[in-house]
């Protein structure tokens, strides 16, 4: 990022925050008996935590901004002041969630809070100089929050809102929210019959419906494919294993909080798989490697279970259950560099296919804390350097945001609205192969330590497909759509003809339907164009004798007239090379 896109970043952060004050006043204002918690920025406005057991709803919401604008208006000057302890204490009788933060401070930490007429926060700030700059804003939605997200502590109320400098960014971001609203995955993976999760019996696991597992499949296929010819074996591993697999490999101390609690098998303690890299590395274990023998690419389409509080599921993007593209190469120092550069051009040529061309890259280094020599973190962080050097593609460097193994290059994908989504990553492990002692034989007869990389192209296949319903809102290329031409007969005498066709599809693996219902045809136009079908077929009397379809693309209505055989061989083609 740039250091003016920085300083941009920082005075809107700036504004949000001071907005989040304002709000936290007007509600304080309206409903006295509210008890203040927290209100931060964050990427798109602010939002503010409320204790307030009468609730609010969505009707507070304009009452709140009216008396927001009255605060904004008064032009209060933003006033810091450094308080102690005591005095903190005191400010804040009464506000038992800001007394337990004041508790909670280090002793000889520094405590401020800001003023802006009546109302007091504490807050390190920094805030805008007054009130009257904080420009354009829109309280967007109420919704539940924990106190510090924990279950197991109060149900709160959360107000976000969004701020801008003018009313011009306002109106497009609020357009940007309602695009976005119509492109929400949910809404349209019940529309389009994909998916539904099993609130009842498994919150945040996921049913595909046969249309939701006719995409996945395309995709599935498509990885597969990639893969062997990208030079990747297949492997398949079990869903538990031992607990003692995830002691060794580090897991269980470092994500216990992610994973579900053992069973007893046999007496024995097991552990549904949060990851599937330790049972990578058991095939690697099963037989001692020559130098000749690596690089070794594995890839799997591995379903992996974590724990999820239920206060973060949300349809496809957050589950418990999900199937992540993994892969794990395990090679030679000297084969690194070649091994990074290769996955990542295949990263980007597979996001490429499925649509997206704009991307937000990240080379993150050595954190404080961190397991392994100063000399691997720097072969490993240079050979990440050089492969994005040589990209000639804008990246960022994240410092100290590696994982604690070793550094990484993170690519967030841009979809149709411009926003950023974290699907690849590409990440340099010596901890691993050193924890499992790892060896291969080398060219001079003596035993080595492999590197593994760990990769994901699209993470979880649950959220890669819920980001793909929102950059397309659902409308498919042909080469992914689950269904991607319907034959629409005008009357019965059509029908035969038509399931001729859609056999001779079938035949190339092509997913073409017939509708044979009794219904008039502009009605299977309609419905046709509801699900977001591709390609249109009408086949009438003329039709037939020709030996043709009238073709009707989504969105885009007649095309004429065309041989049957050559509509199919467009198909053919169009999914051949993923369009």
């Known amino acids: 990022m740039s250091k003016s896109a920085q300083e941009k970043e920082a005075r809107l952060e700036k504004l949000r925050h001071s907005a989040a004050h304002v ?26 935590d409320f204790d307030y057991p009468k609730g609010f709803s969505d009707d507070d919401l304009p009452k709140i901004e009216e008396e927001m604008k009255k605060i904004v208006a008064e032009r209060q000057p933003f006033e810091c002041e450094e308080v102690t302890r005591d005095k903190a204490r005191e400010l804040f009788k009464g506000e038992p969630y800001k007394q337990e933060l004041i508790d909670e401070l280090p002793e ?25 700059e904080i420009g354009a804003f829109k309280l967007l939605k109420v919704a539940g929050a924990y106190w510090r997200g924990d279950e197991k502590n109060a149900q709160l109320q959360r107000i976000y809102g969004t701020a ?116 990578h590395i058991q095939i690697y274990k099963s037989k001692m490697h020559s130098y000749r023998d690596l690089p070794l690419r594995w890839a799997e389409l591995g379903t992996v279970y974590r724990y999820e509080r239920s206060g973060v599921l949300h349809g496809l993007m957050r589950v418990r259950g999900f199937t992540q593209d993994d892969a794990h190469i395990f090679c030679r120092p000297e084969q690194l560099e070649d091994e990074i550069k290769r996955v990542f051009d295949f990263s980007l040529d597979v996001l490429r296919t499925f649509g997206f061309k704009d991307f937000d890259i990240y080379l993150s280094t050595k954190p404080e804390k961190h397991v392994g020599s100063d000399e691997s973190w720097e072969l490993a962080t240079n050979a990440l350097k050089a492969t994005l050097d040589k990209s ?54 003596e035993r080595h330590q492999p590197i593994m990389i760990h990769r994901a192209l699209m993470g979880s ?36 003809y ?27 136009i309609r419905e046709a164009q509801i699900s977001k079908v591709p390609y249109m077929l009408v086949v009438g009397k003329k039709e037939v004798e020709a030996n043709a379809v009238a073709v009707r693309l989504h969105g885009k209505g007649d095309e004429g007239v065309v041989p049957a055989d050559e509509f199919i061989e467009r198909l053919k083609k169009e999914v051949q090379e993923h369009k």
């Open 108 to 132: 000889g930490e520094k405590i401020t809070v800001y003023r802006h007429g009546d109302f007091t926060d504490l807050c390190r700030g920094p805030h805008v100089k007054t009130t009257g």
């Open 164 to 279: 801008f400098p003018s009313p011009k960014e306002l109106r497009k971001h609020l357009d940007l929210l309602k695009e976005a609203e119509k492109r929400d995955h949910r809404r349209l993976g019940k529309e389009l019959d994909l998916y539904s999760t099993m609130d009842e019996y498994g919150a945040g696991l996921v049913l595909w419906h046969p249309m939701g597992g006719r995409l996945r499949l395309a995709i599935e296929d498509y990885w597969r494919e990639a893969h062997r010819r990208g030079g990747y074996d297949i492997v398949f591993t079990p869903h538990i294993a031992r607990l003692d697999l995830w002691k060794a490999s580090g897991h269980w101390d470092f994500y216990r909080e992610s994973m579900y609690a053992p069973m007893m098998i046999d007496d024995v303690e097991y552990e549904l798989k949060p990851m599937n890299c330790p049972f």
């Open 23 to 48: 709000m936290a006043d007007a509600v304080k204002r309206l409903f006295p008996d509210v008890r203040i918690t927290i209100g931060p920025a964050i990427a798109d406005g602010f939002y503010y």
């Open 498 to 524: 038509c399931r001729a066709i859609a056999d001779k599809c079938a035949a190339l693996d092509l997913r073409v339907e017939v509708d044979v219902r009794n219904e008039k045809l502009g009605l299977k």
């Open 392 to 445: 000639e593609l804008e990246y960022e460097v994240d410092p100290g945001e590696g994982v604690f193994y070793g550094p990484k290059i993170d690519i967030k994908i841009k979809d149709a609205l411009g926003r950023s989504w974290q699907c690849s990553t590409i990440q340099v492990d010596f901890n691993l192969p050193e924890r499992y002692n790892l060896e291969y034989v080398g060219s001079d007869g």
């Open 461 to 496: 296949l649950e959220r890669f497909v819920g980001v793909l319903i929102e950059h397309y809102a659902g409308v498919f290329p042909a080469w992914l759509a689950p269904v991607q031409a319907k034959l629409l007969p005008i009357t019965d005498e059509q029908i035969d």
